[in-house]
């Protein structure tokens, strides 16, 4: 049963910085991609990050590229998304999600797991 549990989430002024954790049960991760997601109120959810677990290899959102950065911890199992120089738009709920394989679509229906999301306020 793959488990995937977020914390660091928050209220945070613009301009302030934030790291998101994504704890993982339940697999062997080294095949998987794990992503980041996020939900704003009245919007679909969107592709925030990509990393894949054996690799290592990441890509980005147009719209976080030079601010968030992905990693994973093979020793503790996690997978860190670090968000600095925050903005109101990155206001949502960050969702973690794993995928066997290498999946290069940002489409969350090609993500087969998903955490229980955890709240990102950016204050201006």
């Known amino acids: 049963q793959v488990q995937l549990v977020e914390s660091g989430g928050g209220l945070v002024q613009a301009g302030g910085s934030l790291r998101l954790s994504c704890a993982a049960s339940?697999?062997?991760?080294?095949?998987?991609?794990m992503g980041w997601f996020r939900q704003a109120p009245g919007k679909e959810r969107e592709f925030v990050a990509r990393?894949?677990?054996?690799?290592?290899?990441?890509y980005y959102s147009d719209s976080v590229k030079g601010r968030f950065t992905i990693s994973r911890d093979n020793a503790k199992n996690t997978v860190d998304l670090q968000m600095n120089s925050l903005k109101p738009d990155d206001t949502a709920v960050y969702y973690c999600?794993?995928?066997?394989?290498?999946?290069?679509?940002?489409?969350?229906?090609?993500?087969?797991?998903w955490g229980q999301g955890t709240q990102v306020t950016v204050s201006s």
């Open positions: 339940g697999r062997t991760f080294s095949s998987y991609t």
């Open positions: 999600a794993a995928a066997l394989g290498q999946i290069i679509s940002p489409l969350p229906r090609r993500y087969d797991y």
């Open positions: 990393i894949t677990w054996g690799s290592g290899n990441t």
